[in-house]
């Protein structure tokens, strides 16, 4: 196997460095692939007749289907890997905030900035912390995407030392230090929340919004891998992942967070009421290995009003394991309209959708 590293080292990185990716038109096929994928049956993506009435985005009135908002980051990763800026010296994703300032609309062409934002030092000297600003624009200028990637980049090599690619493991980005597995989930005891659509003051802190549970499988590994184009031989390679730690392939990190949008899309705690996310902060713990099943635990952790018809609403997340290991935490802001005098919903006009 060839052991040659190609990417650049962390002393190779310079504050301000921006890499430019190729260009990527959006189809069908992707929407109906990342839907399929994840579940992530949300109207605005999948419903024609639906989108004709208008549905609000990000403040702005639409009426035509849009890819779903995450897309973006999945495209992100495989445009992020053909650059090649950090291959074989990628350790660890450590964390990413998401945001979708625009919506992509099919047939829209993206390409991904990727910019050097800060560098800082750990206390292993064979590694560094990098983050990077992660810009996915269409082919208007607009920037449709938007994430903080930060990531843990192998140092160069002492003299006379040649090392194979780097390994990649999880890290937290509080310790830096190696996890293999999973950490066990921190919620406790909580009260589960009513699973209908709700406004800004029926959100109660402490309340759950937990979904079921699907297991991973080989196919949507290589769903995943095809539609981002992410090919990380730990995904894809058995050989490859049999020398490291894992032991076995893993999925890509990525697909939990298509499954925590996908499990999370039935619950439909503010349909109707959510005008859209601000921004959702990931962090990654864990492997997820094919054959787990996964579920997502989410507990409302505030709720604060902004203007007489909106609130924002944080809700921690945990992907958890049928061993109640977490792979993946984070959390997520949502705005949610405030309950008008009349409390009832109504489906005339422009609708916000979650």
Known sequence: MNKEVNGRYYEDFVEGDVFISRGRTITETDVVQFVNCAWYTNPRCTDAEFVKRGFMWNGVEL?????????????????????????????SVLGATWRAP????????????????????THRDDRGVVVFEMEVINQR???????????????????????????????????????????????????????????????????????????????????????????????????YARTTPFRERIAPPLLGIAFAVGLDAPLGMAAGT??????????????????ETIALEQTVAACEEQDEQTGLVALDMELVNQRGGVSISGTRYMVVIRKPPVATKTTSGPMAWH
């Not at 009426?63 to 495989?78: K, M, S, Y």
């Not at 625009?102 to 030092?121: C, F, M, N, W, Y």
């Not at 959510?274 to 054959?291: A, E």
């Open 63 to 91: 009426r035509h289907r849009i890819a779903p908002p995450p897309l973006g980051t999945f495209f992100a990763a495989g445009l992020s890997t053909s650059l090649g800026v950090l291959d074989g010296t990628l350790m």
């Open 102 to 121: 625009g919506a992509i609309a099919i047939g829209d062409t993206i390409h991904l900035r990727q910019r050097v934002t800060s560098k800082g030092e």
């Open 141 to 239: 200028d607009e920037v449709v995407n938007s994430d903080q990637l930060t990531c843990l980049v192998a140092r160069r090599p002492r003299s006379g030392h040649v090392p194979g690619p780097a390994p990649y493991f999880f890290a937290t980005i509080e310790d830096l230090e190696e996890h293999w597995e999973c950490p066990n989930k921190s919620f406790g005891t909580r009260h589960q929340a009513q699973m209908e659509s709700q406004y800004f003051e029926d959100f109660e802190v402490g309340a759950a919004f937990d979904t079921r549970a699907r297991t991973v499988t080989d196919t949507d590994v290589a769903g995943l891998v095809s539609l981002t184009w992410d090919h990380h031989p730990l995904y894809t390679d058995a050989e």
């Open 274 to 291: 959510c005008l859209g996310f601000t921004h959702t902060n990931w962090r990654f713990h864990g492997p997820i290995k094919i054959g």
